[in-house]
């Protein structure tokens, strides 16, 4: 399978806890993004990369968060000191674009889900 | 600031009945708009996208959806429903420079014998 790849699928952590999660892309695509996705709520923009780029950051990736994306490949988003509210589905997503200011169709992956205890 | 109202957090649809789940967006140029599904434990795949051109779009699974400018909608439509298409279905517009995108809070979609 080609599509998008995220691990772990789930994770259970204590409070103040650092987690990190890891996204696969599809392997030609140049831009990857990450989204949060909370009970009862649509997925909501974290930040994207294009390539290694880290080029947008939503107000709610708070400086406990950090994302890399080191060759342009796959991407890492390690959360630090975990609070209950961070508890949600991490999704990441993936797309071929051809310049910043172009779009072109995100593939989501399955997604890791976060419960923090 | 862009955003998306999907109106209705649940319908319930009996099969082979049809399906129109409503999406309101607010964005200041002309938006390029999407509909997702969810499915349980499932990543979102997308149904269909309106950038440009004729305003009624086909997308997979038998879906369509009609973009109307003057009513800042694109409401997703099935003319019948079978029961594997139950599932959470998003509605999307992409914003931030054309680079991402910002969803309504779904409708969750049952769908009755």
């Known amino acids: 399978d080609t599509g998008v790849s995220q691990n772990p699928r789930h994770k259970i952590t204590k409070r103040g806890q650092n987690v990190t999660f890891r996204c696969d892309p599809i392997?030609?695509?140049?831009?990857l993004y990450w989204y949060r996705q909370t009970l009862g709520q649509g997925p909501e923009f974290l930040t994207y990369?294009?390539?290694?780029?880290?080029?947008?950051k939503s107000r709610l990736l708070s400086d406990r968060f950090s994302a890399e994306r080191p060759k342009g490949s796959f991407s890492t988003l390690e959360i630090q000191r975990t609070e209950q509210g961070d508890s949600a589905m991490y999704l990441c997503?993936?797309?071929?674009?051809?310049?910043?200011?172009?779009?072109?169709?995100?593939?989501f992956g399955p997604g890791t889900r976060l419960t923090v205890l | 600031a862009q955003s998306v109202t999907q109106p209705d957090i649940h319908i319930t649809v009996s099969e082979g009945a049809s399906l129109e789940l409503r999406c309101n967006y607010s964005?200041?140029?002309?938006?390029?708009l999407f509909w997702y599904v969810q499915s349980p434990g499932q990543g979102l795949q997308l149904l269909l996208k309106?950038?440009?051109?004729?305003?009624l779009v086909q997308g997979i699974k038998g879906f369509e959806a009609e973009f109307k400018r003057s009513q800042s909608s694109f409401n997703l439509r099935k003319p019948s429903v079978h029961w594997s298409d139950a599932a959470e279905y998003f509605c999307?517009?992409?914003?931030?420079?054309?680079?991402?995108?910002?969803f309504g809070k779904g409708t969750m979609l049952l769908v009755s014998p």
């Open positions: 997503a993936s797309s071929l674009v051809g310049s910043r200011f172009s779009y072109n169709e995100q593939f």
């Open positions: 392997s030609e695509h140049n831009r």
């Open positions: 990369f294009q390539n290694e780029a880290q080029l947008e």
């Open positions: 964005y200041g140029a002309t938006p390029y």
């Open positions: 309106y950038f440009s051109g004729d305003t």
């Open positions: 999307a517009v992409v914003s931030g420079g054309y680079s991402t995108l910002t």
